[in-house]
């Protein structure tokens, strides 16, 4: 029997062990850049440089270097104004309560190494706006399943017939955020808590979001309008149903149709 037991705790400790290291292990595999590519580099950039006026840079930030500080912006956010390196910003980065303490560690490390992608590969490809134009719109649907930017907002005078927009009106978005970098760049995780949900598991590829972002920045001049008013629409349209079938009916009919519309006013 005491041999037995023995062999349980043996067994037992040796699983322990066999546990924990596995553990250790899987945290030392995490790899910072992988986590900040993943979470950060859509605003930062791949080159850590930021958008300047936009997004602050994190390359030659001084800040970067308190790790106490950068474990508190990447778990509970940071709100501007701020000045770095002589620029002012007043965004607003959201939480990233999710991530593991492993990946904040590795992340950290990361962003203090400061070895980002070099600035000739960091970037996107040039947009092409006409195509942008069709992602807003839905023309063409966005690659990962996402819905299109029509869906709750109005650009340049278009509104989907959907009923009153849900969402603001993006037309002078490129002006708001600083130009079409920006645009792109805030595209990789939508600011809005409502969008985030959207696409969280259906990210805009990178592609349609230098599409999109040239489309804002060639609509950015344009005067915003509100759309079609479907009530006036649906209104006119009952109008014209009415009359036609006032002229098609026969004589005695228009007449008790014309002492209806009289009887209601």
């Known amino acids: 029997?005491?041999?037995?037991?023995?062999?349980?705790?043996i067994v037992g400790a040796a699983m322990a062990v066999t546990l924990l290291s596995s553990t250790v292990g899987a945290q030392e595999e995490v790899d910072g850049r992988e986590v900040f590519l993943a979470n950060?580099?859509?605003?930062?950039?791949?080159?850590?440089?930021?958008?300047?006026?936009?997004?602050?840079?994190?390359?030659?930030?001084?800040n970067v270097q308190d790790t106490a500080y950068v474990k508190a912006v990447i778990v509970e956010g940071k709100s501007g104004p701020l000045d770095v390196l002589g620029v002012s910003y007043d965004g607003a980065m959201p939480a990233f309560p999710d991530l593991t303490a492993a990946e904040?560690?590795?992340?950290?490390?990361?962003?203090?190494?400061?070895?980002?992608?070099?600035?000739?590969?960091?970037?996107?490809?040039?947009?092409?706006?006409?195509?942008?134009?069709?992602?807003?719109?839905?023309?063409?649907?966005?690659?990962?399943g996402a819905p299109a930017c029509a869906s709750c907002h109005t650009a340049a005078g278009f509104q989907a017939l959907n009923g009153p927009a849900l969402g603001p009106d993006l037309t002078?978005?490129?002006?708001?955020?600083?130009?079409?970098?920006?645009?792109?760049?805030?595209?990789?995780?939508p600011p809005s808590a409502t969008m985030q949900p959207l696409f969280t598991d259906n990210p805009i590829a990178d592609q349609e979001r230098a599409d999109l972002a040239a489309y804002f920045a060639s609509i950015?001049?344009?005067?915003?309008?509100?759309?079609p008013d479907i009530l006036l629409l649906g209104g006119a349209l009952g109008a014209v149903a009415m009359f036609a079938l006032m002229l098609l009916?026969?004589?005695?009919?228009?007449?008790?149709?014309?002492?209806?519309?009289r009887s209601q006013r």
């Open 249 to 261: 009916a026969p004589r005695s009919r228009r007449m008790g149709f014309a002492r209806q519309l």
């Open 1 to 9: 029997m005491r041999r037995s037991m023995h062999l349980v705790l």
């Open 220 to 227: 950015s001049n344009v005067r915003p309008s509100g759309g």
């Open 40 to 62: 950060c580099s859509g605003c930062h950039q791949g080159t850590g440089l930021g958008v300047t006026g936009s997004f602050p840079p994190l390359a030659g930030n001084e």
């Open 172 to 189: 002078d978005v490129a002006n708001r955020y600083g130009g079409e970098e920006a645009v792109a760049a805030a595209l990789v995780s």
């Open 104 to 144: 904040i560690d590795a992340l950290v490390a990361y962003i203090q190494a400061g070895v980002f992608i070099p600035a000739e590969t960091g970037g996107l490809e040039p947009g092409d706006a006409a195509r942008g134009k069709d992602l807003f719109t839905g023309s063409d649907r966005l690659e990962n």
